[in-house]
């Protein structure tokens, strides 16, 4: 599909800026070394970020390249000097080999704010695509540790106003490998219904002391149903026909870019939300961050905040840095300059004018306070004192109170829905009352769901058009044509002397 011509002047007009911002930089930084090539690798969940950070990078001059091997690969590699930083949701107490990145050194430099989706392909009783699932946190946590197995199951009736699905299996489609995102996914799982995961983790033999980053290290693992080793696998495969029947989690900007739809998540204001960036901005209000800026999302994944998504974490990049007295991890500095060159001007953009885009492709920007704390970690790179950043310097739009375009979620489609599956066909419309819900209703022997939502794609952020009652626009087309017969008829008449 052809971009709209305006947002590829917007999308050009963004990148001038960010490229003039970088080079900006690059000059004022520029005092001593050229700036070298930095080699970065690991997280998938940020990759989508990645991809615009690196392009604009590249074409400015920093040659910068980044492979989503993974959370977990990316802190091996940097740990083992294999690669120059890392991107990760996953910290280093994680990794089954302890000690990675202690003689290297390291910094959790934030880098984006996101959320874990969780995508699916559902049809109803009449072969239609459900594009409105909603599920609450204990529903999601026992599909995705096996105590539920059928769509049909009566729990994920009761999160759906009473609609029954189908008697069908569920196919769970997992990340095999190491994934920060099954660490940050499974994380949200013990936190939300410890009593389900707890006896789960212990009969797959799974820690329960750190993140499990790694469901295939136990080989009878249940539910096994489908493994990828990618974000861009997972949303395909959900998303396209042999999906048909799955459910899996992965990063929104997936969803938003393969266009799969994303489940409602109840959260525990018992609001249904979806990850959009002011969703996932407002559950971030509730992280705890450590000393070492890695974070602890207990208060995220139960945040009573209303528009809060709950399963949304930050995203970083791991650098070298000079030994700090605030940052115990830090060994010291690149040995070679023109990385430390590359790396300025690349998190300096990353923090402001990097953020700027973010809400569209499915992230949400950082909050000033972290956008400050990616300046802070440039001048534990540098050695200078660290830039105090500014709504007039940083055009991150969270300086000056808002997430950027695309951020806004739609509205929920069966909020206002008493019941859809009592077989009456009839309920509250969204607008309030009573009426004809379309049909028969759903019942688990009836015709399937009926057409009474209108809910916009996951990835559409803009406003639906109303459609019209047929009778009521023929007569609003009667109405409007009766002064113009009744104005000819009296035009005729003085036309031909006959009083009006």
């Given amino acids: 599909m052809r971009a ?3 947002r590829r002047r917007a999308a050009a007009a963004f990148t001038a800026v960010a490229l003039a911002v970088i080079a900006s930089v690059g000059a004022a930084t520029g005092a001593g070394a050229s700036p070298a090539r930095i080699n970065g690798q690991g997280s998938s969940y940020v990759a989508l970020a990645m991809q615009q950070w690196v392009a604009d990078a590249q074409t400015s001059g920093l040659q910068v390249n980044y492979l989503p091997t993974g959370s977990p690969g990316g802190l091996t590699a940097f740990g083992q000097s294999l690669a120059d ?12 080999s302890q000690g990675v990145g202690d003689t290297r050194g390291y910094q959790y430099v934030p880098s984006v704010a996101g959320a874990v989706a969780v995508m699916y392909n559902v049809q109803d009783t009449a072969g239609r695509k459900v594009d409105y699932l909603h599920l609450s946190r204990r529903t999601i946590a026992r599909i995705f540790t096996g105590d539920i197995t059928t769509w049909s199951d009566p729990a994920i009736s009761a999160d759906n106003k009473g609609l029954v699905l189908p008697d069908q299996p569920i196919n ?3 990340r095999g490998g190491q994934s920060g995102t099954t660490g940050l996914f499974y994380d949200f799982v013990a936190n939300v219904a410890p009593d389900v995961f707890g006896p789960w983790a212990q009969r797959n033999s799974f820690p329960t002391s750190v993140r499990i980053i790694q469901l295939d290290s136990s080989p009878g693992f249940v539910p096994k149903s489908q493994a990828f080793q990618g974000s861009d696998q997972i949303a395909q495969f959900i998303g396209g ?21 994303a489940a409602w998540v109840q959260n525990a204001a018992g609001e249904s939300v979806l990850p959009y960036a002011e969703n996932i901005s407002a559950a971030l209000e509730s992280a705890a961050l450590r000393p070492d800026l890695s974070q602890e999302l207990s208060g995220v994944y139960n945040s009573t905040n209303p528009i809060a998504y709950p399963i949304s974490a930050y995203s970083y990049i791991v650098t070298q840095c000079a030994v700090s007295a605030d940052r115990p991890t830090c060994r010291g500095a690149y040995s070679n300059p023109g990385i430390t060159e590359t790396l300025t001007s690349w998190l300096r953009y990353i923090a402001c004018e990097g953020q700027v885009n973010m809400a569209r492709i499915g992230y949400s920007p950082l909050p000033p306070n972290l956008s400050q704390e990616v300046a802070n970690s440039i001048a534990r790179l540098t050695g200078a004192a660290p830039e105090q950043l500014t709504q007039a310097n940083c055009a991150n739009p969270r300086f000056g109170g808002s997430v950027g ?3 806004a979620p739609p509205v929920d489609p069966i909020k206002n829905i008493d019941a859809i599956g009592s077989g009456s066909g009839t309920g509250e419309t969204a607008a309030g009352g009573t009426g004809s819900v379309g049909g028969k209703g759903t019942t688990s022997s009836g015709g399937g769901s009926t057409d009474w939502r209108r809910v916009a794609p996951v990835a559409y952020v803009g406003p639906s058009i109303a459609s019209s009652n ?10 409007m044509a009766v002064p113009l017969v009744v104005g000819g008829i009296l035009a005729r008449r003085r036309r031909n002397g006959t009083p009006g």
């Fill in 405 to 407: 375009d695309g951020g």
């Fill in 172 to 174: 769970v489609v997992y």
């Fill in 470 to 479: 047929g009778i009521a626009v023929l007569a609003l087309l009667l109405v």
């Fill in 85 to 96: 930083f890392a991107g990760t949701e996953a910290e280093f107490s994680a990794l089954s």
């Fill in 4 to 6: 709209h011509p305006i």
């Fill in 241 to 261: 026909g042999q999906g048909l029947w799955s459910i899996g989690y992965d990063e929104f900007g997936y969803a938003k870019t393969y266009d799969v739809p």
